[in-house]
């Protein structure tokens, strides 16, 4: 008894750790280091979905055992930890660069929408226009969530500049 209750105050007291690692921290550090974690997991869930055979349909038929399947979970992301690490000694230049974070949120945010089939298009002229009835929906969208990021993270543009810099934020990652 005396033995298992250390074994599960060890496994609670690194969960915990665990879970604050991965969530504490909202520094661009911390932001940009979660970022390259889950590009690494996403990297190996694709790649484990494309390997798997009949020795993981196999394993898959037993009954699922929680435990194994969160251990499973570390394994990957120790390996994906690994793999950013690797990535942030061979890059030139650490962190991001200035307006990259806001890119990249331009960037996710029109996955989102176009994955759920919302507006995610921007209309070409709107960047001329200052009417808001005149501006996409999801300029309007991204006007809106642009008031709940703090001052000092915020990118300032009119609303009518909002436009291009969404597509300029979509060009220079290659999306819509």
Do not use: C
């Not at 990259?100 to 996710?108: F, L």
């Not at 298009?121 to 969208?141: A, I, T």
């Not at 009518?160 to 810099?165: F, M, P, V």
């Amino acid at each position: 008894m005396s033995d298992a209750h250390d074994r599960i105050t060890t496994i609670s007291g690194a969960a915990s750790s665990l879970r604050s690692a991965l969530n504490d921290g909202d520094r661009d550090a911390d932001v940009y280091a979660r970022s390259l974690i889950k590009k690494h997991l996403r990297k190996q869930r694709d790649g484990k979905k494309q390997k798997e055979g009949d020795a993981v349909k196999k394993r898959r038929r037993k009954k699922d055992d929680p435990l194994r399947n969160i251990s499973n979970g570390m394994r990957l992301l120790i390996f994906a930890s690994q793999d950013a690490l690797r990535e942030l000694e061979d890059a030139k230049d650490q962190g991001f660069s200035k307006g990259e974070a806001w890119d990249r949120w331009i960037v996710r945010l029109t996955s989102i929408a176009e994955k759920h089939g919302l507006p995610w298009r921007v209309r070409k002229d709107s960047d001329k226009q200052s009417d808001s009835h005149s501006q996409s929906h999801f300029v309007e969208f991204v006007w809106a969530l642009q008031h709940f990021v703090p001052d000092a993270h915020r990118r300032k543009h009119s609303r009518g500049a909002l436009a291009g810099a969404i597509v300029g934020a979509r060009r220079q990652n290659r999306v819509g």
